[in-house]
């Protein structure tokens, strides 16, 4: 028989044979689409899951460092009577509402033996600490309203030395969120991370957008109206008897403040380069243990007489007090690269429209730089992440705080600094995925 078959008819017989997909190797997983990022995920979770399932201590680290468990909180503490006896009252007043209570009873070595609950009981709204109610002495499955806002439980135990007092949030949604919030460890980390940098971002941007404000401005333009304005000021300031009535200390006020009136216009630039220059030439544990140990202890120490009362800042606030201000330089050096890469025929056109300086800047110059500067604020979200670590040094019971006072505890230092370093390592990665969905949405084609 004859072979009609042509070569070139052959050639493409084999071409489309070799593209036909069955016959093509099929790949299970298609690592070449698998993110680095994943893949460390992948590694980590499972040595994460391994030590979890296989070392009670990595369990315990973690139950401790999360300050776990969030679904309840200890409202008071007593130690057994020789007989058993305990009598229990909440620490504190509780506000009217729905309450569940149960006791636990704890060995030598803090390891609960025995539960007695739940204790149902409603608040009325016009309780009182000073009303005196029966103890209650049975569980209760329905609420049982009391009058006082201190209610007494009572019991007697066989088996424990000591009998802890728990307010019970598991069927409460938001007190549990709550609790959850204010707890220690990985959540106060989170909570002085957020706060800081939102706060660090409103000072970035008033700082930024001071230094791209002119560096020589002309002073003699509205000079008069300055220097009636701090006149004013002053003038006003002698009626309600708030200035020194020596007449030497007024003139030395009155040319401070003129003084600056004049140089307002220059005012701006070169107070947010001092700022700038200063806070990213420090280290940023040296801010913290300035605002933790030097500037709260003064403030509280000069608002004694004031009438608003005593400022004490002490803890989480000179925690974000100082984070802020140490990042917002940062974040002011971002925001004016960004404003200052955008075109100046950009704001040429603004202002060709009828647009202010402040319009300008809010409709058309601000949401392009922020589109810019996307990414660098999500990097500094997480070294700000990370350097809240260095609050422990005010003794603040953050993630690292938490792992080392648990290694104190414990002397196992392997497992607990491990777990700390898992924790932020987990942290750091999610955040740096969602930086770069961000960046990648929000980038111009």
């Not at 009598?87 to 569940?100: F, H, I, N, V, W």
């Not at 959540?187 to 020589?216: N, Q, Y």
């Not at 999500?378 to 993630?399: C, M, Q, T």
Request: aromatic share 12%; hydrophobic share 50%.
């Amino acid at each position: 028989m004859r072979n009609t078959t042509s070569d070139s008819e052959s050639d493409d017989m084999a071409s489309r044979g070799s593209q036909d997909p069955l016959s093509q190797p099929v790949r299970v997983i298609p690592w070449g689409d698998v993110p680095w990022w994943a893949v460390i995920v992948l590694i980590v979770g499972f040595f994460v899951s391994y030590s979890m399932l296989t070392n009670a201590k990595y369990i315990d680290a973690l139950t401790f460092i999360l300050d776990m468990p969030w679904h309840k909180k200890a409202l008071g503490d007593e130690a057994l009577s020789e007989n058993g006896d305990w009598s229990l009252r909440p620490m504190s007043d509780l506000e009217p509402g729905k309450y569940t209570f149960y006791v636990e009873f704890w060995d030598e070595e803090e390891q609960v033996v025995g539960r007695k609950g739940p204790y149902n009981i409603r608040i009325a709204s016009q309780a009182s600490d000073e009303i005196e109610a029966e103890p209650i002495t049975q569980p209760n499955p329905e609420y049982l309203e009391v009058d006082t806002s201190r209610p007494v439980f009572a019991g007697s135990s066989a088996v424990g030395e000591e009998a802890v007092l728990f307010n019970d949030f598991s069927k409460r949604p938001l007190r549990l969120l709550l609790n959850l919030w204010k707890s220690d460890g990985l959540f106060l980390t989170i909570r002085v991370t957020v706060i800081s940098f939102f706060s660090a971002l409103i000072l970035g941007l008033l700082f930024g957008l001071m230094r791209v404000a002119d560096r020589s401005p002309d002073l003699r333009e509205h000079i008069f109206w300055r220097l009636l304005f701090g006149a004013a000021v002053l003038i006003l300031a002698w009626i309600f008897s708030a200035l020194p009535q020596d007449l030497w200390k007024l003139g030395l006020i009155f040319v401070v403040v003129e003084g600056l009136m004049a140089l307002l216009p220059a005012v701006p630039y070169t107070l947010s380069t001092l700022y700038v220059e200063v806070m990213r030439g420090l280290p940023m544990l040296v801010i913290v243990l300035y605002m933790g140990f030097a500037v709260t202890p003064a403030l509280r120490d000069a608002s004694g007489g004031w009438i608003i009362g005593e400022v004490d800042l002490r803890g989480i606030p000179a925690a974000i007090i100082g984070l802020s201000i140490g990042y917002g330089a940062y974040l002011a050096e971002i925001f004016r690269g960004g404003i200052e890469s955008i075109p100046k025929g950009q704001m040429e056109a603004a202002r060709s429209l009828g647009m202010n300086y402040f319009q300008a800047m809010r409709y058309v110059i601000l949401p392009q730089a922020i589109r810019v500067i996307l990414p660098p604020l999500g990097n500094n979200f997480i070294a700000l992440l990370k350097d809240s670590s260095l609050i422990s040094v005010i003794a603040l019971p953050e993630l690292l705080q938490r792992g080392r006072l648990w290694i104190s505890r414990t002397f196992r230092a392997f497992e607990g600094y491990n777990s700390v370093a898992i924790l932020y390592l987990i942290m750091t990665l999610v955040l740096s995925f969602l930086v770069r969905v961000i960046e990648r949405r929000s980038s111009i084609d």
